[in-house]
């Protein structure tokens, strides 16, 4: 079983042509990392997987179940309703560049609500579950502080503990690092990496060369809505084959 | 002031805050409702909400006030043959008020939810929650905080424009202030204008107290 399977997968907004035809899997355990120019598609191809962008066409496959499903046309085959997409992406966590935390609701109350409010689930539970991933992410001491008080990387680490606490089977990161002063970065690659260590399976949008190198099983080189090249680390980055890989790896590097 | 121009004042007050809060109640539910339809992707209700708006903030109060009271009766009569029975001027009154609020009110809303930041509908919707659910629990706690002092604004407008309704014939303070001052005694006036004072002073500090209390996380 494939955790992501994503097929002919095209998504323009409006005239502009965002993704041109993208094809790729991911398998249970990967660490993915799409690396590539600002603008060429990165973002929004984590979007259109856990459907905060509707497709233009194409295919998407999460645990080997079709979640959306457009023809060349764009018309929509699975007319599913939004209770069952969310349903169906519900393995999907997702944290985002600019944390998005709720900001009228604790440390605490920012993990709890997903999971109380979707699933209807036990408090007593959600609460205890909250407060080991705190733990996890080191902030079990910031429980019932308000996000507004943590730094950049607190936060950070919070709302990687909130998507967890919806027990996703994939995690989708797109440029978790991007909006963090840097010496911040650290403390939230570090979680990252434990958690790659566990062996979730993650798709991670990201410009830390170094990180990727270390953690990725497998690197994804995006330019112009294209995967240009794709394949391990020492592949990608000590011998890639395509020109604007190179042109990319050297600009980077400066 | 003798003990019968004191009660008068008593009841005066009393008429003139059952008007504003019975209208900011009905005017804010239907406010919601106008806001919602603004937003809504359906363009007939998209329509209809916008020419509500357009024609009530383009209009003054009082003459959709007189318009409630002596045209909608008229109206009522002219499409069903049958007459209006138990047509008050204070509900007419409550009616105009209310519808008023509702468009000034719901636009207040409108704006209060598009201003939160897209990143939330987002997070709400990545970790699993309806359009329903995202409002309910993310978006509305944000937006109420945010709508405080606007709320607060309008309770204070709609206290002192219930005034005009003593056009129609409701006594309530400045009608009951008029009454008094009719003979030269212009103290009254005065007296009618340090109530309102003292109300809408009350209302906003109240208000200013609710806005801190729930502004705790920022
Ligand atoms: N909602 C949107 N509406 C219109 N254009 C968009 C939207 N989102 C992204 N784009 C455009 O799509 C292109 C790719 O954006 P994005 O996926 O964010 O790139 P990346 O994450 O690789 O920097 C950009 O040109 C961007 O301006
Ligand atoms: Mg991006």
């Known amino acids: 079983m494939s955790m992501i399977n994503v097929e002919n997968l095209k998504k323009s907004f409006g005239e502009l042509e965002v993704l041109k035809s993208i094809n790729f899997t991911v398998e249970k355990g990967e660490v993915v990392c799409i690396i590539g120019p600002s603008g060429s598609g990165k973002s929004t191809l984590l979007r259109c997987l856990n459907q905060l962008e509707i497709l233009t066409s194409g295919k998407i496959y999460i645990e080997d179940k079709l979640v959306a499903h457009r023809d060349e046309q764009g018309n929509d085959q699975l007319n599913l309703p939004q209770k069952e997409v969310i349903n169906l992406c519900k393995d999907l966590g997702m944290v985002f560049q600019r944390f998005n935390l709720f900001p009228h609701k604790t440390v605490l109350g920012n993990l709890m609500l997903a999971p109380m409010t979707v699933r209807k689930a036990d408090e007593a539970k959600t609460k205890a579950k909250a407060l080991e991933l705190l733990g996890k992410v080191g902030l079990a001491d910031k429980a019932d502080e308000y996000p507004s008080r943590l730094s950049g990387g607190q936060q950070q680490r919070v709302a990687i503990a909130r998507a967890l606490c919806m027990e996703p089977n994939i995690m989708l990161f797109d440029e978790p690092t991007s909006a963090l002063d840097p010496e911040l970065v650290g403390e939230v690659l570090e979680v990252m990496k434990d958690l790659a260590k566990e062996g979730m399976t993650m798709v991670v949008v990201t410009h830390e060369m170094s990180f990727a190198r270390e953690v990725a099983t497998r690197v994804i080189f995006m330019d112009g809505g294209y995967i240009v090249e794709e394949g391990t680390p020492e592949e990608v980055f000590d011998n890639p084959k395509n020109d604007r890989t190179k042109d990319f790896l050297r600009k980077v590097k400066n | 002031m003798n003990q019968q121009q004191f009660m008068a004042y008593v009841e005066g007050t009393m008429i003139t805050l059952q008007l504003t809060f019975i209208s900011v109640i009905l005017g804010f539910i239907l406010a919601f409702f106008v806001a919602v339809m603004r937003m809504s992707k359906n363009k007939i209700l998209k329509s209809i909400s916008w020419v509500y708006v357009w024609v009530i903030r383009g209009t003054p109060m009082f003459l959709q006030i007189l318009i409630a009271y002596f045209a909608v009766p008229i109206i009522y009569r002219n499409m069903t043959g049958q007459v209006l029975s138990n047509w008050s001027a204070f509900g007419a009154g409550v009616g105009a008020l209310s519808l008023n609020t509702a468009a000034y009110t719901s636009e207040v809303i409108r704006s209060g939810i598009e201003s939160i930041d897209k990143g939330q509908w987002e997070a709400a919707q990545a970790l699993g929650m309806t359009k329903a659910q995202a409002m309910l629990k993310v978006i509305a706690p944000q937006t109420l ?74």
């Open chain 2, 145 to 218: 905080k945010r709508l405080i002092p606007p709320f607060s604004n309008e309770l204070t407008t709609i206290m002192k424009d219930t005034s005009l309704i003593s056009t129609i014939g409701i006594t309530e303070l400045v009608k009951t202030s008029k009454g008094f001052a009719a003979s030269g005694a212009i103290r009254f006036y005065f007296f009618c204008g340090a109530v309102y004072l003292v109300m809408t002073t009350l209302t906003t500090v109240f208000f200013d107290k609710v806005e801190k209390i729930a502004g705790k996380y920022e």
